[in-house]
């Protein structure tokens, strides 16, 4: 059983930045892609940012394009996701989670559905 830890979450200033970290336990770990998705109180979870096997594709939602930034590290088993210019809406638990059936080529996908491992969610609280 593949498990997936998020970690660097907290309470931050508007404008602050915060990096998340996601641990995978698969020594596989570069045949996944992988994707980050948030859960606002009382909202539907939505897709974020994910990135590709390779590291060299990445797909980002319009609301963080140009101020969050996925990458991976392949030697660590781990996926980072940068957040910079912080905002009240950006509050809300953020997900990673484990695509196992992409080619190494293929892009990223942005649907939960495609994703078949999560891990337990980590709390970003931008207060207003």
């Known amino acids: 059983q593949v498990q997936l830890v998020e970690s660097g979450g907290g309470l931050v200033q508007a404008g602050d930045s915060l990096r998340l970290a996601c641990a995978v336990s698969?020594?596989?770990?570069?045949?996944?892609?992988m994707g980050w998705f948030r859960q606002a109180p009382g909202k539907e979870r939505e897709f974020v940012a994910a990135?590709?096997?390779?590291?060299?594709?990445?797909i980002y939602a319009d609301s963080v394009k140009g101020r969050f930034t996925i990458s991976r590290d392949n030697a660590k088993a781990t996926v980072y996701l940068q957040m910079n210019s912080l905002t009240p809406e950006d509050t809300a638990v953020y997900y990673c989670?484990?695509?196992?059936?992409?080619?190494?080529?293929?892009?990223?996908?942005?649907?939960?559905?495609?994703?078949?491992?999560w891990g337990q969610g980590t709390q970003v609280t931008v207060p207003s």
């Open positions: 990135i590709g096997r390779s590291g060299a594709q990445t």
């Open positions: 989670a484990l695509d196992q059936r992409r080619a190494l080529w293929s892009p990223p996908r942005s649907t939960e559905n495609a994703y078949d491992y």
């Open positions: 698969d020594l596989t770990f570069s045949s996944y892609a």
